[in-house]
Each structure stands twice: as C-alpha cells, then as structure tokens.
C-alpha cells in the first residue's frame, strides 16, 4: 500500500517546512514503511547548510526516518488522530552525504512494541547506499 503526500498529510500533523517525506511506497502498519524524500536543490535547508557545499542537515534526515515511523504506526485504527512523539535515537551513523539532487529512500522495520511505545530499525539510503542508519524510539500520544 502506497500513500500520495495528501495521504500523508490526513495521517501526521507535520506540514512544509518539516513536512520531510514526499511519498510512502510501502506501509504494513505497525510493521514496517518504505517512503522517500527527494532532496531537490531548491530545498530550504540547502540555503544556510551549507552555502557554498549544500548538504542536507543529518538531524533532518533522522527526521525523515522518525516521520516514516510514525506514518506506520498512526496507520493503525488504534492511533488514529494521535501524535508520534521522538523517545530515543540510539546507535546513529551517518554514513554518506546527502546532497542536491538526491533522492532519500527511508526504511522503517519494528523491532519491538510495549504499550504505546515502538523502537524501529531505520535506514536511509541514496541508490542502494547507506547514508544513516539508527534504533529510534517512537512514543504514540494524544
């Protein structure tokens, strides 16, 4: 099942500017997403990150992960019209730069649930590359 960014849009509150995923490719809810991100060279974190070496904000890109997150778990009927509030981010690597033109590939699968909270196994990743990868945990509130 894939998602159009209106979709998206009806599932998590986040809005441009940090609106960070363009389209969910694959969604198994409460299981794992496969969305993107398409790091166009007009995007708004390239104007001060850097001016003369544009690359994009790895915080951003763990954004984007934590946003795939949650799409999957507010896709469950149980969480409809609530929040995915960050809990952790454990074991982050940045492994490659993302930069203008780029085209983000975010992974989510979970790795255990205990109530209202989720710890994923998140990658990016730019044509089959690794550029970030991390444990995030993921708090569902009202």
């Known amino acids: 099942m894939g998602l159009n960014i209106e979709e998206i849009k009806e599932i ?4 441009y500017e940090m609106l960070l ?3 969910v490719l694959e969604l198994e809810p409460g299981v794992s997403a496969i969305a993107i ?3 166009t060279e007009d995007s708004w974190f390239f104007k001060g990150h850097f001016p003369n070496y544009p690359v994009t904000p790895g915080v951003l890109m763990v954004e984007a992960l ?4 949650a799409v999957s778990f507010l896709s469950l009927p149980e969480n409809k019209g609530k929040l995915g509030f960050f809990a952790g981010i454990n074991n982050c690597k940045f ?9 983000l590939t975010l992974e989510i699968q979970t790795l255990k649930t205990k109530g209202s909270i989720a710890v994923v196994a998140a ?4 044509d089959g590359k690794l550029a ?9 509130g009202n």
């Open 95 to 103: 492994k490659k730069q993302v930069l203008p033109g780029d085209t």
């Open 12 to 15: 998590i509150p986040h809005r």
């Open 123 to 126: 990658v990016a990743k730019i």
């Open 21 to 23: 995923i363009d389209e």
């Open 37 to 39: 991100k398409k790091c």
């Open 132 to 140: 970030v990868k991390a444990e995030l945990t993921l708090a569902i």
């Open 66 to 69: 934590a946003q795939t997150a």
